[in-house]
């Protein structure tokens, strides 16, 4: 399967507690990107990588959130000391751009529910 | 701030039907759309997408519309199926910037047999 995956598909942790997703890009993708999407909602963007770079972070992302994707492959997103509002789907797109086109494929998800 | 709106929460159209969904922007320097479907607890697949230098996109059952001066797009899908059944989201993005995506709120599309 050439797809963007996830791991894991669900997470269910005790407030105060960290969590690591992980996310395995489309192989030829140089573009990452973390979305987080709320029950009625669109996705909504949190950071950008292109190749192993972080070029943008929304202010969604708090200081208890980090993201990383070394050497340009694999990213990793971190939660520190969640909270209840961390509940969510936590979704990873890749993609390469063209001259007018930029489509974004997206994983299943990490669904986190934090108790 | 809203910049990407889908007014319709849900709609609902008989089999073999024509589906229309809408979309509304407000940014200007949005240059690429494009329409993704979303089953629950997956991610949302790609449908298709719409450049700002055209006006019309079809594959296949779908087509998009593109209307850049009153900043609206529009999905038609061609004969609606029950198998279309999902959330449809719009998103938008300027390709010469970082490339994320800004997306509306979804439309629930059910397709009655």
């Known amino acids: 399967d050439t797809g963007v995956s996830q791991n894991p598909r669900h997470k269910i942790t005790k407030r105060g507690q960290n969590v690591t997703f992980r996310c395995d890009p489309i192989?030829?993708?140089?573009?990452l990107y973390w979305y987080r999407q709320t029950l009625g909602q669109g996705p909504e963007f949190l950071t950008y990588?292109?190749?192993?770079?972080?070029?943008?972070k929304s202010r969604l992302l708090s200081d208890r959130f980090s993201a990383e994707r070394p050497k340009g492959s694999f990213s990793t997103l971190e939660i520190q000391r969640t909270e209840q509002g961390d509940s969510a789907m936590y979704l990873c797109?890749?993609?390469?751009?063209?001259?007018?086109?930029?489509?974004?494929?997206f994983g299943p998800g990490t669904r986190l529910t934090v108790l | 701030d809203q910049q990407v709106k889908q007014n319709s929460p849900s709609l609902s159209v008989q089999e073999g039907r024509i589906s229309i969904l809408n979309c509304d922007y407000t940014?200007?320097?949005?240059?690429?759309f494009l329409w993704y479907k979303k089953y629950p607890a997956e991610g949302p697949t790609f449908l298709i997408s719409?450049?700002?230098?055209?006006d019309k996109n079809e594959d296949g059952r779908f087509t998009v519309f593109l209307n850049k001066s009153a900043k609206h797009l529009s999905l038609h899908i061609v004969p609606s199926q029950p198998g279309d059944s999902a959330v449809y989201f719009c998103a938008a993005l300027e390709v010469t910037s970082y490339g994320k995506l800004t997306f509306g709120q979804g439309t629930i599309l059910t397709v009655h047999p």
């Open positions: 990588f292109q190749n192993e770079a972080q070029l943008e």
């Open positions: 797109a890749s993609s390469t751009r063209g001259a007018y086109t930029d489509t974004q494929y």
């Open positions: 192989s030829e993708h140089n573009r």
């Open positions: 940014n200007s320097m949005f240059d690429y």
């Open positions: 719409i450049s700002s230098i055209k």
